[in-house]
Structure formats: structure tokens, C-alpha cells
């Protein structure tokens, strides 16, 4: 017997399972000529992001040094501590970090501290400080390393926007750069933050002496993370004279570019950060990361410990590109 029409149930929505992107087909993306592919992620851009806008964020160092992890790439790790150490800093003085960062147009401030992992008393402490930021109409990320059970919820209950947990570089080369910890331990806390009900900022670094392979294998690590993180910050190496990756081949500047176009077509909802190493990149360069997607970046005179691009430059920079920045 056919079923009328009005007796055929409502068909459940048809859920298109995300495209999962080999390595291979990453390298084919790098493999295109350099026009195509920045021709072709700016046409994903412009499906899925608001044309010429970039969103703000500032970076501040709540806790800096001593740290007990051996990342090769950083100033605060205590096997080559490049920095003086810093002590958790006071709510005040992150209140008032953050309001200079609204009035300069931040929309979110990124607080990160070099631990292995918060405490749990640290945490409160952090807490206290999401809450005072959020009070300002920020919106609020905040970079801690590995999570303990509850940690994240605990976060989430506070009004946490963001975690930034980096997956820094493949999996095949993770083991070369850091000996302390996992890929593996970052993707356990990248499931806390997520099942927490916390947006994901989770990138990587490039120009460690990585192979255009593996540059390859962290973009489809990243876009294959079901669903893709939020925010995708692409790195490049922050030379720090004194630490294991001081001397490292620094990357094409087209491969860099190459990279960030990867990075939008494989994410096309991402928000993609063009995050560390501005402050080396000339003008021009940064206006071809935006032609190939970048729609974010950090604003202020510092990162965490390195010199950031100061934010005099980039206003005039967007001045004269007629690029907007997102509220
Ligand atoms: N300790 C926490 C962690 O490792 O997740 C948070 C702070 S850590 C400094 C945050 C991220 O900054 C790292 O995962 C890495 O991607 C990036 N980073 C650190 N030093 C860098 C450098 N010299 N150049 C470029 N990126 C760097
Ligand atoms: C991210 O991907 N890059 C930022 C932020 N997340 C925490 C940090 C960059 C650090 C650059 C080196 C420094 O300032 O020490
Ligand atoms: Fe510590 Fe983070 Fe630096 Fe690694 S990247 S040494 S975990 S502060």
C-alpha cells in the first residue's frame, strides 16, 4: 500500500559527514601554482567569511617562565629559559591589560601561562581573571596547557570563550621538538575543552625545519579534528637566540603563504590566525597571507614574551588596505 503524502514522516535532516583531507591532498593544494591556490582560497574565503575584516585579538603573559616542559621553540621552558620569570600576575593588572586592549579594538584578549598544566589553586586564579575580562565585554581565550579532569568544565563555568591548545607541528616531527609531552596528551585535553562546551583555538608552528610533507600533515590534522576548531593560529617560528631551535631554516615566505591558503580551503569556517612572526614580515607579505585567508591576527606591541608587530603599523597597514576589523 503507498502512503499518502501527508502520512510520510519528516525526513530527518541529512547530515553530510565532514570531509576528512589526506596529507596527499594537502601536498597537491601546495603543489598548485601559487596563484591558483591563493586564487582558490580566496574564493573559500568569500563563500564562508566576511570579505576584507579582521578580528583582534591581544595577547597578554599572565604567568611567564619556569617552565617545566622542553618545547624546542620556547623562551619560557626552564631547559632554556630565555626570560625573566614572572610569578602569577594580579587580577588588577590583567584588568587593566585588558581594558588597554579594548580601547586600542581588541575584541578578544588571550591570556596564556607557561605551566605544564594548571593547578588547581592557579586555576581559580585564572578564573578570577576570566570573569573580570568578560565584565569588560571582551571576549576571553586563555592558554594553559594540559587539563585535568574538571578543569575545563570549571572554565566553562566561568564563561571561558576560548581554549588555545596548539597541536604545534605533525605528528611524525612532534617527537623532535618536545620530549616532555605527547600529541597525543594535547588531543586528550582538546576533547575536555570541547566536551566542556568551549570554542577551540588550535594551530600550529612552522619554519622548525619541518619538511612541505609535514607542513601538510598538521593542516589536515587540524581540519580533520571533527569538528574543526574556531580558530586556527598559524605560527611562524619566533627565532629565540639560546633555545634548541634558534638557528632553524626559516620557511619560504610563499610556503608560508602557501600554508595559510592550505589552511582556509581545508577550514573554511575557521577563524585563521596569522598569529607569531609578523613583526619579520613586510607589509606585502602580510597582505598576501589575507589574500589567501588570514582573517585574524594578534594585535599589540608584544605576544607573550617576543615582539609583536607594533599596533601603530598594523592600523596603518589596514588603513591602507581598506580592511575592517571585527567586532
Ligand atoms: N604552555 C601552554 C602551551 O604550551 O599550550 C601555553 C603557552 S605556549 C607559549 C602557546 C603556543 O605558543 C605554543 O603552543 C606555540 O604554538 C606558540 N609558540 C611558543 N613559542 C613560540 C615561538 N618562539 N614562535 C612561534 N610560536 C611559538
Ligand atoms: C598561539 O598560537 N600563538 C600565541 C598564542 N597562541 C598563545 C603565542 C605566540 C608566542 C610567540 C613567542 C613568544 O611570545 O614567546
Ligand atoms: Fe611550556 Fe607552553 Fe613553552 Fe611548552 S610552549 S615550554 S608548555 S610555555
Known amino acids: 500500500m503507498t502512503a499518502s503524502l501527508a ?19 594537502v601536498e597537491a593544494l601546495f603543489a598548485l601554482p601559487f596563484m591558483d591556490l591563493v586564487f582558490r582560497a580566496q574564493q573559500v574565503h568569500r563563500e564562508h567569511q566576511p570579505a576584507n575584516t579582521v578580528q583582534l585579538s591581544t595577547l597578554l603573559s599572565i604567568k611567564t617562565g619556569g617552565c617545566s616542559e622542553d618545547c624546542g621553540y620556547c623562551s619560557q621552558s626552564a631547559r632554556h629559559e630565555q626570560v625573566e620569570r614572572e610569578a602569577l600576575l594580579d587580577v588588577s593588572e590583567v584588568v587593566e591589560a585588558a581594558k588597554a586592549a579594548k580601547a586600542k579594538g581588541a575584541s578578544r584578549f588571550c591570556m596564556g601561562a607557561a605551566w605544564r598544566g594548571p593547578k588547581d589553586k592557579d586555576l581559580d586564579g585564572v578564573i578570577e581573571m576570566v570573569k573580570a575580562v568578560k565584565d ?34 605533525a605528528p611524525e616531527f ?21 566536551d566542556a562546551g568551549i570554542k ?60 595559510i591558503a592550505a589552511a582556509r580551503i581545508t577550514m573554511p569556517t575557521s577563524m585563521v590566525r596569522l598569529s607569531a612572526g609578523r613583526h619579520e614580515m613586510s607589509d606585502e607579505l602580510q597582505a598576501m597571507c589575507f589574500m589567501a585567508g588570514a582573517n ?32
Open 174 to 194: 612532534y617527537g623532535q621538538i618536545i620530549s616532555t609531552h605527547s600529541q597525543k596528551d594535547r588531543f586528550d585535553t582538546l576533547d575536555k575543552v570541547r
Open 200 to 259: 577551540v583555538c588550535c594551530g600550529g608552528i612552522v619554519g622548525m625545519g619541518e619538511t612541505q610533507k609535514s607542513r601538510a600533515s598538521l593542516i589536515a590534522e587540524l581540519a580533520n579534528m571533527n569538528p574543526a576548531p574556531e580558530s586556527v593560529p598559524i605560527n611562524n617560528l619566533v627565532p629565540i637566540p639560546g633555545t634548541p631551535l634558534a638557528d632553524a631554516d626559516p620557511i619560504d615566505p610563499f610556503d608560508f603563504v602557501r600554508t
Open 296 to 327: 585574524s591576527i594578534f594585535y599589540g606591541d608584544k605576544l607573550l614574551t617576543a615582539g609583536n608587530a607594533e599596533a601603530a603599523r598594523d592600523e596603518a597597514l589596514f588603513q591602507r588596505l581598506k580592511i575592517s576589523t571585527a567586532l
Open 136 to 169: 569588560l565585554g571582551l571576549e576571553t581565550c586563555v592558554t594553559l596547557g594540559m587539563l585535568k579532569e574538571g578543569q575545563a568544565d570549571k572554565l566553562a563555568d566561568a564563561g571561558l570563550d576560548y581554549y588555545n591548545h596548539n597541536l604545534d607541528t
Open 7 to 25: 502520512q510520510v514522516p519528516s525526513a530527518a535532516p541529512v547530515q553530510v559527514p565532514a570531509k576528512r583531507w589526506t596529507t596527499a591532498e
